[in-house]
């Protein structure tokens, strides 16, 4: 008899240890409005990575679960355009970081209709914005994400299931390479 409680106490012991392993790194979301379309439609549920940023700073072209600065209660599914000390700006229908376009083709709605001066992201802030650029509260509208507000990478759409899929990240920075740093 001992044997059985002492089996079942570690196979208790081992399901919390899991469970909180997993509460620990992992997290799901739903997605409540629109302005992450085409890639990400309201009412699909993303697993979020939370532990991917101990390791490494958030990247741009990362989808990126987050908190906005102005209500910690909100819950916001954005790209990373721009990291700290990178400059932004945003006119005829092109997004340009560090003074280069980026091509937005593969993951955006339209273009935007919008314009942003030339910003510099302070140190600790990324600039972020929706893929659905014309329907989106996002960084184009004056903030930035504290790093701290950052809960997470995207990491799977997993309902419903026909949208199972892992989500697309588009590496960005090698747009932004010139030639000479090659």
């Avoid at 059985?4 to 992992?26: C, G, K, Q, S, Y």
């Avoid at 997004?95 to 600790?124: A, K, S, W």
Wanted: aromatic share 12%; glycine share 6%.
């Amino acid at each position: 008899m001992n044997k059985i409680i002492r089996d079942i106490l570690i196979t208790l012991v081992i399901a919390v240890v899991i469970f909180f392993l997993l509460h620990l790194t992992l997290q799901s979301f739903v997605v409540l409005e629109n302005c992450m379309e085409p890639n990400f439609y309201e009412g699909e549920r993303i697993l979020a990575n939370k532990a991917v940023y101990w390791f490494h700073e958030p990247e741009r072209g990362d989808v990126v679960i987050l908190h906005p600065p102005f209500n910690p209660e909100l819950v916001y599914i954005k790209r990373v355009i721009a990291i700290p000390g990178d400059t932004v700006e945003i006119t005829g229908g092109v997004v340009y970081v560090n003074g280069l376009p980026l091509d937005e083709t593969e993951y955006i709605m339209e273009p935007p209709t919008y314009t942003f001066p030339l910003t510099t992201i302070p140190e600790g802030e990324y600039f972020v914005l929706g893929d659905n650029r014309n329907n989106a509260n996002d960084s184009h509208t004056g903030w930035t994400v504290p790093e701290e507000n950052i809960i997470g990478k995207a990491w799977l759409t997993f309902w419903p299931l026909s949208e199972w899929d892992v989500v697309d990240h588009y590496p960005l920075a090698e747009q932004l390479e010139s030639p000479e740093d090659e």
